[in-house]
């Protein structure tokens, strides 16, 4: 939470579940930072995910929020894969302002027969399939997604994957999730933490983004295929290349601490963000827009013990409706 006894750029002014925004203008990059801690908590522990799980979650989660919070008018950015491994969907799904929801599905046993099998990564876990990034600026407006292959890549790959292929944008992602012992009301004990960092290349001359000549051309051959070859972006991957994982998690160290322990020679400025909350969007009026859309024999199918119940897969809230309320004459 946002402290209001501090300045803005003062370290410790942002806290857990809060977004910063950030510019480095001498690089020409802007980006964001997020450390997920009591949000993320809670969402892992509604559920009671497996580790493997709660972990490709989590990414997913952080995505999501560094993502949805760049949005500039009220819709959503939904997250969501498809794939044939153990865990075959995850969903994370942010609406603006601030207000996050995630879930995952997967298959216990295969689970299990991966992990055993020590083929619990979250390539393996994901398998194949696709990675849909969505953004839903309402009813009235057209949907835009974006769609990135996923064969034996991580959820950070493929989400630089999508800037370079969808948006064009050249962007450094860095994700980290894990469990830190922090002090809790009756005893220390493991909290879930995730912390993600995001750095785009945004130059206002558009001939620094041209990337070097593929293979065989005149391009430098010491630069990777499809990498912009401007010596600022380099510079940027190199400096973000250095974050360790636990700086990401560590609340001790914080979005603005390690913001300036990366680019203070060149001079970084943050600004106020975005809180996030753990906001679930379902209701009673939404699951009953839906059920009224049921025929009378789905109706029938769904009703058990005289009650239709239906429970969020995202918030787990449970609701119940009467068949009758569905009936012709209702």
Not at 78 to 104: C, N
Not at 118 to 146: C, F, N, S
Request: glycine share 10%.
């Amino acid at each position: 939470m946002i402290d209001r006894q501090r300045k803005l750029g003062e370290f410790g002014f942002t806290g857990d579940d809060d977004v910063v925004p950030f510019e480095v203008g001498a690089l020409d990059v802007r980006g964001r930072m997020v450390q997920l801690g009591p949000l993320l908590d809670q969402i892992l522990a509604r559920h009671d995910y497996p580790e493997p799980v709660a972990r490709l979650l989590a990414e997913a989660a952080l995505v999501a929020v560094l993502l949805g919070t760049s949005l500039k008018f009220e819709g959503k950015f939904i997250l969501q894969t498809r794939t044939d491994g153990p865990v075959d969907m995850l969903v994370a799904d942010f609406s603006t302002p601030k207000s996050l929801r995630a879930y995952a599905r997967f298959d216990a046993d295969q689970l299990a027969a991966a992990v055993e099998a020590g083929e619990a990564t979250p390539e393996k876990l994901l398998g194949k399939g696709v990675l849909a990034l969505t953004i839903d600026q309402g009813a009235d407006m057209q949907r835009y997604q974006g769609i990135v292959e996923l064969d034996g890549v991580t959820l950070e790959e493929a989400a630089k994957t999508y800037f370079r292929q969808s948006e064009q944008i050249p962007t450094d992602i860095r994700l980290s999730v894990g469990k830190l012992v922090l002090p809790s009301p009756g005893g220390s004990r493991e909290h879930w933490r995730a912390g993600g960092l995001m750095a785009q290349f945004l130059p206002k001359a558009p001939e620094r983004l041209r990337m070097p000549d593929l293979h065989g051309g005149d391009g430098d051959p010491g630069q990777p295929p499809h990498e912009v070859a401007d010596n600022a972006w380099r510079e940027l991957v190199a400096l973000v290349a250095t974050v360790e994982h636990n700086e990401l998690l560590d609340p001790s160290v914080g979005s603005e601490r390690l913001l300036y322990r990366l680019f203070n020679e060149h001079g970084v400025r943050v600004f106020e963000g975005t809180h996030v909350e753990d906001e679930c969007s379902c209701s009673r009026t939404k699951i009953r827009g839906i059920l009224e859309g049921f025929s009378a024999e789905e109706i029938e199918e769904s009703t058990e013990d005289g009650v239709i119940r239906v429970n969020c897969e995202f918030c787990s809230k449970a609701y119940e409706f009467k068949p009758a309320e569905f009936s012709a004459e209702a």
